[in-house]
Structure formats: C-alpha cells, structure tokens
C-alpha cells in the first residue's frame, strides 16, 4: 500500500538524477489534477553523476564505460490500481535504474490517494 505517483512526483536515483515521468503518464487518471504514473514503460532519467564505471565486453577487448543511470524500470508497482491495463505506480514500489542496477527514490508528492 503506498500513496499514487503522478507527474509531480519525484524520482530519483541515488546520484542526483531524476526520472521524468511524463513518458509513462495515463491522462485517463488524474492525482490532484495531475496524470498518474504507469509502470507500462521505461522512464528517462536526467542528470545522473554517477562516476563509476565498468567494463564491458566488446568482441576481444574491454571497453570502460560510465555507468550513469539512463533510465528506470519499475519492478513492483500497484497489483490492483490500473490504468489502461498498467499498474500504477505507487510510493511503495520499486524503481530500478538501469544500467547501475540501484533502486530510486520515490517521493510521492501528494498525500491523499493511496493504492495496493
């Protein structure tokens, strides 16, 4: 159980960047009048700081390349509130940034709707 996302949310990694969620946003649903957030796609992340890097295999050499959070998945989000037939997501569910592998933060910004 968690409180819903929407646009105005905030997630972010833990390198500073954010998601923008407008890519995964449902018009059909609104959180105080805002468009709730789906975990249908993949969300944009933008400016992650992230200076670590790894080494990835490219034919017989490695290549070092910089592991910066590009965008995020959601691996868990509401089992019973749907949009459309994409669970929305919640306070609670768990955001992945990919390359890195770390979860987001989720900051709700609103406190009145809640799902599970």
Do not use: D, K, W, Y
């Not at 992230?50 to 959601?74: K, S």
């Not at 989000?77 to 669970?87: D, E, L, Y």
């Amino acid at each position: 159980m968690g409180f819903l996302l929407n646009v105005q949310s905030q997630l972010l990694c833990p390198h500073r960047g954010r998601a923008i969620g407008v890519s995964s946003a449902t018009p059909r649903v609104l959180v105080r009048g805002a468009p709730a957030l789906t975990s249908s796609g993949p969300l944009p992340i933008q400016g992650c700081s992230n200076t670590a890097n790894h080494v990835a295999p490219t034919g017989r050499q490695h290549t070092v390349v910089a592991a910066f959070c590009l965008q995020a998945v959601a691996t868990r989000a509401s089992q019973r509130v749907t949009s459309n037939g994409a669970p929305l997501l919640l306070a609670s569910s768990v955001v992945i940034g990919i390359p890195s592998g770390q979860p987001l933060t989720l900051i709700p910004g609103q406190s009145r709707v809640e799902g599970t």
